[in-house]
């Protein structure tokens, strides 16, 4: 069975600074994408950045970089210069790589991270 | 360009009434897909359809329907409501580029039961 886990529920960083957000997840595909969507408060969803499970360069995505170690099945989100509309829910998802491109993503329980001025 | 739009943005409903999510998408995408969201937990798939007129289950589809009569537009049906149904409900879609098949999400139906 394929699952995602998040295991800081929350995190606090001081504005300007970088933060790691966690991400394990495991799953018996050999091809499968993993990626990270932010939740502001509003309660949208917002995708952020992708890696593909062949992927060997790590995923950037201006001030988003994925941190993706396959050998220990993680995919950390590193958000770099943080500011204070940073701050929102942020979940990890995963899905294998179906054959015409759809998806069936497996989210993460997610990250409430907090920026402070 | 409106995106993934979700209609209703709200709704209260009573134990037993049925209701229909009615999600529409602008933007040509072949795939969609219906997620909930209960508090501290991420999005589970309820329902998704690789194209018009199919449609298939997903991680927790009990209670469900669905149809998807035109490509546009994803219906998600509750027959009969049950309190374990109140919860945030999220349409989605994407398309093939590459590897890369992100989802585009709506903005969400809060659902209550009572």
């Known amino acids: 069975a394929q699952k995602i886990t998040q295991t800081q529920p929350g995190m606090f960083v001081q504005e300007k600074e970088a933060v790691t957000l966690d991400c394990t997840y495991d799953t018996s595909d050999q091809s499968y994408g993993l990626f990270w969507y932010k939740q502001p408060s509003s309660g949208e969803m917002i995708f952020l950045i992708y890696q593909g499970s062949y992927d060997e360069q790590n995923a950037t995505e201006g001030r988003y970089s994925l941190n993706f170690q396959k050998a220990r099945k993680s995919a950390n989100l590193v958000i770099s210069a943080s500011q204070l509309g940073d701050s929102a829910m942020y979940f990890c998802a995963m899905s294998p790589i179906f054959w015409g491109g759809y998806n069936k993503l497996i989210f993460g329980a997610g990250t409430r991270l907090a920026v402070h001025p | 360009n409106a995106g993934v739009t979700q209609t209703p943005k709200f709704r209260v409903l009573k134990t037993g009434q049925s209701m229909t999510l009615l999600c529409a998408q602008d933007?040509?995408?072949?795939?969609m897909y219906w997620y909930r969201q209960d508090p501290g937990m991420g999005l589970r798939l309820i329902h998704y359809?690789?194209?018009?007129?199919?449609?298939a289950k997903g991680e927790v589809p009990d209670g469900y329907n669905v149809s998807r009569l035109k490509k546009q537009n994803f219906l998600l049906g509750l027959e009969s409501a049950a309190p374990s149904q109140t919860s945030v409900y999220f349409c989605?879609?994407?398309?093939?580029?590459?590897?890369?098949?992100?989802?585009?999400f709506g903005q969400g139906t809060r659902l209550t039961v009572v």
């Open positions: 989605a879609s994407s398309y093939w580029e590459g590897e890369n098949t992100e989802a585009f």
């Open positions: 933007m040509n995408h072949e795939y």
């Open positions: 359809s690789v194209g018009e007129g199919t449609t």
